[in-house]
């Protein structure tokens, strides 16, 4: 199996569309794609760069039931609105009871992988799919390759992107849910490899998509299980989702009411806040979890603070404590 990648450097978001299209039309022209949608900023671009190169797509959003929900409406409604062409797959009742109980971080997300990839095959052999599109991006890549785009060609073979990986074994960060897995497919597409993701929603806004996708916060590939430090289960996953809601709006309503936007670019580049979500569990602070420090995956217990803090102090802070992996800011005692 082949991996087609754009390696574009960004300037504005009209070139890029251009050069997005050409670049789907000399590899997708004339094929059937398969474009899973997460209701993410990644994948909907990607979806929409096929629609303006008018490749015939299947998109498909998998709802497995560890979605967030966002100012009270589920994941699956939200993205219906954006796309009402979108194939809505059900596997809440297969999947969920092989992730409740479940407490190691990286197993839940390996557990994931394996349900997302298991029904995305299925449906691009009910459809017979040519390819197979996704929203990978530019951190998904150098986290998981531990290499610079730059360093890869526009085409190359699973095999190749494995011995890379093996070289480069310092790099590797996570185990990433929708990389390393090879489908019954030609090839997979990937026209966003090269954008971060203040790139992706400034393309987005070229496509006049609506504010409260433009803005919507990154989201991990396992979903609101990742959220819930130690065992998932049916009522902690409903309490998560009402937390998620009311952390996330909360943050954004502030932002909206401050700066006139749920999310600012600082002078760095940087997006604040890049992530605001609720972490639950009955032993936040003895549990491990996943995290990234200086670009490596590190797996330590969290940190929870409380008090005055603003954004640069927290970030400081941040840079200077050792031996845990996130830090979490407690709301309420």
């Known amino acids: 199996m082949l991996n087609h990648r754009l390696i574009e450097i960004f300037r504005e978001p009209e070139k890029f569309v251009k050069k997005a299209v050409q670049f789907l039309q000399n590899h997708a022209k004339g094929k059937k794609v398969f474009c899973a949608l997460s209701g993410g900023i990644d994948s909907s671009l990607t979806y929409l760069l096929l629609k303006e190169a008018e490749i015939e797509t299947i998109p498909v959003f998998i709802d497995h039931g560890l979605m967030r929900i966002i100012r009270g409406v589920e994941e699956r409604e939200q993205i219906k609105k954006l796309f009402p062409d979108v194939l809505v797959i059900d596997i809440r009742e297969t999947f969920l009871p092989r992730i409740f109980g479940e407490e190691d971080a990286e197993v839940k997300r390996k557990l994931f992988k394996n349900a997302y990839s298991d029904t995305i095959s299925r449906v691009i052999k009910?459809?017979?799919?040519?390819?197979?599109?996704?929203g990978t991006i530019l951190p998904d890549i150098e986290e998981s390759f531990g290499v610079k785009i730059s360093d890869l060609k526009e085409t190359m073979s699973l095999h190749e992107e494995l011995l890379l990986k093996d070289k480069n074994p310092q790099g590797f960060v996570?185990?990433?849910?929708?990389?390393?897995?090879?489908?019954d497919v030609e090839?997979?597409?990937?026209?966003?490899?090269?954008?971060?993701?203040?790139?992706v929603r400034k393309t987005l806004e070229y496509f006049n998509m609506p504010k409260e996708l433009v803005f919507r916060k990154a989201f991990p590939g396992p979903a609101l299980s990742a959220r819930i430090i130690g065992p998932v289960t049916l009522e902690?996953?409903?309490?998560?989702?009402?937390v998620h809601d009311v952390v996330e709006s909360t943050i954004n309503d502030y932002y909206i009411e401050k700066f006139g936007t749920p999310m600012i670019i600082n002078e760095k580049g940087e997006q604040e806040p890049f992530q605001a979500f609720a972490a639950t569990t009955t032993d936040v602070l003895?549990?491990?979890?996943?995290?990234?420090?200086n670009g490596h995956r590190t797996y330590e217990v969290p940190l929870s603070i409380k008090g005055e803090w603003d954004f640069d102090k927290l970030v400081h802070f941040s840079s200077q404590v050792k031996g845990y992996a996130r830090i979490l800011y407690e709301l309420h005692e």
């Open 126 to 134: 009910e459809e017979n799919c040519q390819l197979l599109a996704d």
């Open 187 to 199: 090839a997979t597409i990937q026209p966003v490899a090269s954008l971060t993701k203040p790139e």
């Open 236 to 242: 902690n996953l409903k309490f998560e989702k009402k």
């Open 286 to 293: 003895i549990r491990k979890v996943t995290g990234i420090i």
């Open 174 to 183: 996570k185990s990433q849910h929708n990389l390393d897995i090879e489908y």
